[in-house]
Nanobody, 125 residues
Framework: QVQLVESGGGSVQAGGSLRLSCAAS????????MGWFRQAPGKEREVVAS??????????YYAASVKGRFTTSQSNAKNTLYLQMNRLHPEDTAMYYC????????????????WGQGTQVTISS
């Protein structure tokens, strides 16, 4: 069972930065997806970024709305996923979740099986 714990959310003004962390444990897979999602009140959950790990290779995906502002990365030990968020907009306000899915999938739209509890990000104008 994969456990995911997010941290790093908070409240900042527009134009500011935040870094989210997702501590992951309980997996030893060679191929998997890890993703960042967000859900704002009254809106559907959407993918923000994802990492595809396939036999040591790594590919990242970013939603168009965050490309160039957000960067996702993993720690060297692969047990922490980060989301660096720069030039934040009020529209980025949401609950942010990290998620995990083992196996080989198209990660931006995979059916993730493990989810963290979420961390709130609030951007004021």
């Amino acid at each position: 069972q994969v456990q995911l714990v997010e941290s790093g959310g908070g409240s900042v003004q527009a134009g500011g930065s935040l870094r989210l962390s997702c501590a992951a444990s309980g997996y030893t897979y060679s191929n998997y997806c890890m993703g960042w999602f967000r859900q704002a009140p009254g809106k559907e959950r959407e993918v923000v970024a994802s990492i595809t790990i396939y036999f040591g290779s790594r590919n990242t995906y970013y939603a168009a709305s965050v490309k160039g502002r957000f960067t996702t990365s993993q720690s060297n030990a692969k047990n922490t996923l980060y989301l660096q968020m720069n030039r934040l907009h009020p529209e980025d306000t949401a609950m942010y979740y990290c998620a995990f899915r083992s196996g080989s999938w198209y990660c931006p739209s995979a059916d993730y099986t493990s989810w963290g509890q979420g961390t709130q990000v609030t951007i004021s104008s």
